[in-house]
């Protein structure tokens, strides 16, 4: 097994007074995709805002590459190397398209150059001058990818980057999202979408309640399909 | 004498010019105020006493260390942002995630205080601040005498402006401060120090008001009231702008200063009140500003 680059332990989080993680345990292994899978609800969004910072009552440990991330804020999580890609995309309207890719900060060596973000995603280059919002949901969602890939951050935290868009838009985002492993990159997907999920996914954790319930490897996901279907009431 | 719509020429751009002078002092005050508004989301109460620090920190400057009007004009900016700095670090930054209102009573109280500190100690009657010898004398244009002074208070007020307008709109720090207004928190997850650019932008606004208070130092005698007095007109005009419009706080300045020039020609009584007449119509028919978008 690979090292792991992202290990979750007995997470806890709070909305305020409301208790809604109860003690999360995974880890992401370097140069895997790994999924949260779960219905609405179940605290994978709330998952991922921990991770990057964004969710300030949490307790338990967050460690990436071995170092402790729980009580950072955001923007040092950030600059330890780890990307977030938010479920509302979050594409900037007063930004241009080129400044919203150009937005995030170089956070280490070794980030994808634009020439090569231009060729994942020609579009990008075509509407460099557009209104970032003026995009159709396809292509906010690429950029909203792609400019996370420029940071030289390893870990990227994708939430629901599928969600809304039609099927010939979701391939692509698939195979973009394949490419990016290829090249190295180690992902953290939460999906509502299973057959998507199990397209990219190396191995999947399903969420309820605010805690991993169950987990499946790759090779194991044919055997336990119905099983699964159960967690996800599909 | 040429007449123009029976007003002597002269007269009229006299008037038009002042109005203009004054409209400059409004748009780079503001500005100031349309960027703190934009990124910390308060309106800023303490703009005009910080605005009147400004021309008494240059007159200071002069008074004890001889230090002239053009040093000042960098000096005083630079000083005055830093109090602002250490105002929003140490005061600003704890009430942030309240109400808005509190921000606003915070500064307001700031604004009394900064104003009741100087009222002390120089009283009101003002101190009067002269203009620097190269800016002396003026030029004749046939029609009007141009006061040199003015010709520059004009000049730099349109360049610190159009330099601030360009640093927001056209830079990449320009870009994060915006992408920062419409959602500080995913530009922290992108690893940008977003409190340390509250901070900067805090400072960089009342920084603007201290380069329009030096600016007006040698115009308007400096006196603890000079920011009280304009600052009420100058909330006009942001609202009028659309609230944290660059654009809109900058061209509405300069256009509600010439408004204010014209009405003082043709119907000078109205003169104090234009300004809130206009504010009244634009909040009718347009209720997120001239330049705002709607919420």
Known sequence: MPETMLKVKDLHAWYGESHVLHGMDFEVPKGEIVTLLGRNGAGKTTTLRCIIGLLKKREGSITFKGEEMIGQSANVIARSGIAFCPEERGIFSSLSVLENLLLPPKVAEGGMSLERIYELFPILKERGKSQGTKLSGGEQQMLAIARILRSGARLLLLDEPTEGLAPVIVQQIGDIIGSLRDEGFTILLVEQNFRFAERMGDRHFVVEHGQVIDRFERSEVEANREKIAGYLGV | ?295
């Not at chain 2, 780079?28 to 910390?40: D, H």
């Not at chain 2, 606004?205 to 603890?224: D, E, K, R, T």
Request: charged letters at 10%; one cysteine or more.
């Open chain 2, 1 to 295: 004498m040429m007449d123009l719509l029976g007003i002597p020429v002269p007269v009229l751009m006299g008037q038009l010019l002042i109005g203009l002078i004054n409209g400059a002092f409004y748009a780079v005050l503001s500005l100031g105020l349309a960027l703190i508004f934009g990124l910390l989301n308060i309106v800023n109460f303490a703009h005009g006493a910080l605005y009147m620090v400004g021309a008494f920190v240059a007159f200071l400057l002069l008074d004890i260390l001889g230090i002239g009007y053009w040093p000042a004009l960098v000096l005083s900016p630079i000083i005055v942002g830093i109090f602002g700095m250490l105002i929003e670090r140490f005061m600003l930054r704890r009430i942030a995630d309240l109400d808005h209102l509190y921000g606003l009573l915070l500064t307001f109280g700031l604004a009394l205080l900064l104003e009741g500190l100087f009222r002390q100690v120089y009283g009101v009657a003002g101190e009067t601040y002269a203009i620097p010898e190269s800016l002396q004398g003026g030029y004749n244009l046939g029609f009007m005498f141009l006061p040199a002074y003015r010709a520059w208070v004009l000049a730099a007020s349109i360049v610190v402006c159009a330099a601030t307008w360009y640093l927001i709109e056209m830079t990449r720090l320009g870009a994060t401060m915006r992408a920062a207004v419409e959602n500080a928190d995913l530009v922290r997850a992108f690893g940008v120090n977003v409190p340390l650019l509250v901070t900067l932008t805090y400072g960089l606004g009342v920084g603007l008001a201290a380069f329009a208070g030096v600016l007006a130092a040698p115009i308007y005698s400096v006196n603890p009231l000079m920011g009280s007095n304009i600052i009420i007109v100058v909330f006009a005009i942001v609202v009028i702008g659309g609230l944290g419009s660059i654009k809109g706080a900058i061209i509405s300045g300069f256009l509600l200063g010439l408004c204010e020039g014209l009405t003082r020609v043709f119907y000078a009584e109205a003169s104090n009140i234009i300004i809130f007449v206009v504010m009244a119509i634009v909040l009718i028919v347009r209720p997120a500003g001239l330049f705002g978008k709607a919420a």
